[in-house]
């Protein structure tokens, strides 16, 4: 099992790492998918090796996680879309309304 | 009869709408303003005759006719207030004359104000001061009459400053206002102290009225400083109203100075109604004068009680002032106010001599000759295009005869002429009851004395105006083509005819009291059922007569003789005694007395209390706030040194800490995420370092 932790973990990083550092928007969303789906990896994993592989409850799991990120995508894309219209450009570091 | 008195209030009150109505009048309207007001007045004669028929015929044994209507006003706590309207023959002969000469008078007026711009507001204010007039004669309690006393007061005032854009007219207006508030005040505290002493005002309540016998009898009963009774006391205070109102001496600077006024006001306020309202205030109240420990004054018979006799004392004072200072006036109205002064001043000494009947006579047919008197004055003034100073009239008979001739009328009346002149008859009542009067003859002395001032001034005025070689400068020059110096010109007939009725009144009531047929006596007295046809006058009375008559002819004779015989320019008696005569024309200095005395010591007082306030009352306040400043400004040192500095640490620690926190947000997501994911990592690392061990 120890393979898949390591390959989530990366997935999660590599994610992560794009979210921090990515300046467009897409980009950036590109990174919360990958971090969702290194879970997705882990809820998985985890059935399988799991005390009760017959249950199928991580595939549901990830099944609804997988509907849900569908959903999540569209209204990040849809908030992209009006950030662009809002500030005029689809970069992230350019939409800092919410200085202090 | 009952219905009669039930509806007294009628007379004031239609007036009073007259004048309602008229103060929403807007100025054009100004026939519908004199209509209204002319109307209103004529319907409250009728009604006053009505009334006056209904005094005329009392039930049997009942003596005076006196119909009372009480009523409940408003409630005071424990006690009601309550009003009333009363009716007896003093009520509705003063009713009856001040609606009928008060008509007259509207109607001249209309003549007379033709062409002032302010003719609605002239006769809002005469109805205004009819209603409150009327409403004084018909009060049945002294708190109604004293409230309508200071309306006639305040209407007074209105009309004497109605040509307010003349200072003097202002001026006037206020002293008149201030003179008669003074009296007023004793007037006041009388009627507080008679509350206090018979818990009413009302005058006639089925014996339990202020002016019944139980009521009088305890105020006699009490005494007070002095060991005067506490009815003299409260008589003695009433009268100083009196006094106020009806310009008796001390009090009389006000009336001729009223005389700024438009004449028409002049004959009705301060000749013919309001000053008699003090004199109708002391017939009113005479029974209260009139207590003494013997009980109340019997009919016919005068006591002579300490009250009357100041009453008497005063009138006759007054009534030879008033004629010494009219002998040096110039000015044709300033005569005939003194002229007033002095008649109020006989009506005081009938009232304090004679009761009642007395004194009303004299001021019923004082009130006709009076206002016929003044309304010629307005005639001969309006005639004269505004010129007031008989020095420059002259030979009016001619350019003026029907104003010539009532004048002539009025004048013997005042004057005393005998026979068919109602002054001669009532002045020599006076004089009767005078001589009669046992604690001193000097009263006497002195009314005859007037009357020969009073044939001595009349006669003067009347060669001035009439007879003099005229003074005018068109008469003189032949042909003057200024405006304003238009040969004199009689009046026009809304004038004249007001004259005319008066002079008839005038000499009719010298029928009502002759020794021969003494009505008004009787009617007042309440004894017309046993009044006799006939002579039945005792010796004194044809005394009297012969003397108050020779009084008059040397008047007249030494005033024709001296005046007829001088050249225009100079007066004759100021040639004759100069020094005198000036003393006279300057009123006796009493206004200057006032001005030197009552002004400066109000002026010192004035100053005294400034300086009071400033240094003592300003002091005391100065120091007052000067500690609160100390106080004040300990309290800002303890803040500025104890609390601020704490406070101003407090306050920039959180700014500092705000500013250094607020440098992380940048707004930058990514920034915050960065953040998170340090903190988790950190987590994580920690987690894991623990679980190692």
Known sequence: MTPYLIVSALLFSIGFAGVLTRRNAILVLVGVELMLNAANLNFVAFWRHGPNPAALDGVMFVVFAIAVAAAEAAVGLALVIAIHRHCRSGNVDEASGMKG | ?693
């Open chain 2, 1 to 693: 009869m009952d219905r009669i008195v039930e509806h007294l209030w009628i007379i004031p009150a239609l007036p009073l709408l007259a004048a309602g109505i008229i103060a929403l009048l807007k100025r054009p309207h100004r026939k519908a303003a004199a209509a209204l007001a002319i109307g209103s007045l004529g319907l409250a004669f009728l009604v006053s005759c009505v009334a006056f028929a209904a005094t005329l015929h009392p039930a049997a044994g009942a003596g005076t006719v006196r119909l009372t209507h009480n009523f409940a006003w408003f409630d005071l706590g424990e006690s009601t207030l309550r009003l009333g309207w009363l009716l007896d023959p003093l009520t509705a002969g003063m009713l009856v004359m001040v609606t009928f000469v008060g008509s007259l008078i509207f109607v001249f007026s209309v003549g007379y104000m033709a062409h002032d711009p302010n003719f609605t507001r002239f006769f809002g204010f005469l109805s205004l001061f009819a209603a409150a007039m009327l409403g004084l004669l018909v009060a049945n309690n002294l708190l109604f009459l004293f409230m309508c006393w200071e309306v006639v007061g305040l209407a007074s005032y209105l009309l004497i400053g109605f040509w307010f854009q003349k200072p003097e007219a202002a001026a006037a207006a206020k002293k008149a206002f201030v003179t008669t508030r003074i009296g007023d005040l004793g007037f006041f505290l009388g009627m507080v102290w008679l509350y206090h002493g018979t818990g009413t005002l009302l005058f006639y309540d089925k014996g339990a009225g202020c002016l019944e016998q139980g009521a009088i009898a305890s105020l006699v009963a009490q005494t007070t400083l002095g060991g005067m009774a506490v009815s003299t006391a409260i008589s003695l205070l009433l009268f100083c109203g009196a006094a106020g109102k009806s310009g008796q001496v001390p009090l009389h600077v006000w009336l001729p100075d009223a005389m700024e006024g438009p004449t028409p006001v002049s004959a009705l306020i301060h000749a013919a109604t309001m000053v008699a309202a003090g004199v109708f205030l002391v017939a009113r109240v005479f029974p209260l004068l009139g207590a003494s420990a013997a009980g109340l004054p019997a009919d016919g018979h005068v006591p002579h009680t300490a009250a009357l006799a100041v009453v008497t004392w005063i009138g006759a004072i007054t009534a030879v002032f008033g004629a010494l200072v009219a002998v040096a006036q110039s000015d044709i109205k300033r005569i005939l106010a003194y002229s007033t002064v002095s008649q109020l001043g006989y009506m005081m000494m009938g009232l304090g001599v004679g009761g009642p009947a007395v004194g009303m006579f004299h001021l019923l047919a004082h009130a006709f000759f009076k206002a016929l008197l003044f309304l010629g004055a307005g005639s001969v003034i309006h005639g004269c295009h505004g010129e007031q100073d008989i020095r420059r009239m002259g030979g009016l008979r001619k350019a003026m005869p029907a104003t010539f001739a009532t004048y002539a009328v009025g004048m013997m009346a005042l004057a005393g002429f005998p026979l068919v002149f109602s002054g001669f008859w009532s002045k020599d009542e006076i004089l009767h009851a005078a001589l009669a009067w046992s604690p001193s003859r000097l009263p006497f002395a002195l009314g005859l004395f007037g009357a020969f001032l009073t044939a001595f001034y009349m006669i003067r005025q009347m060669w001035f105006v009439f007879f003099a070689p005229s003074a005018h400068p068109a008469a003189r020059h032949g042909h003057d083509t200024r405006p304003d110096a238009a040969a004199p010109h009689e009046s026009p007939p809304v004038m004249t005819v007001s004259l005319a009725i008066l002079a008839g009144a005038t000499v009719a009531m010298s029928l009502l009291a002759t020794p021969v047929w003494p009505w008004f006596h009787a009617y007042l007295g309440g004894h017309l059922d046993h009044l006799h046809v006939g002579w039945d006058a005792d010796g004194a009375v044809l005394a009297t007569m012969a003397l108050s008559t020779v009084a008059v002819a040397l008047g007249t004779g030494v005033s024709w003789r001296l005046y007829s015989r001088s050249a225009t320019g100079t007066d004759a008696v100021e040639r004759l005694v100069p020094r005198l005569f000036g003393a006279l024309r300057g009123r006796l200095y009493v206004d200057g007395f006032y001005a030197a005395t009552v002004f400066r010591l109000n002026r010192a007082a004035a100053t005294a209390f400034d300086w009071i306030d400033r240094f003592v009352w300003g002091s005391l306040a100065g120091s007052t706030a000067w500690i609160a400043t100390g106080f004040s400004w300990l309290g800002r040192l303890l803040d500025d040194a104890g609390i601020n500095p704490g406070f101003d640490a407090g306050c920039a620690g959180t700014r500092g800490t705000g500013r250094l926190v607020s440098l992380f947000q940048n707004g930058q997501t990514q920034r915050y995420l960065r953040l998170v994911g340090g903190g988790i990592v950190a987590i994580v690392v920690a987690v894991a370092w623990t679980g190692k061990k």
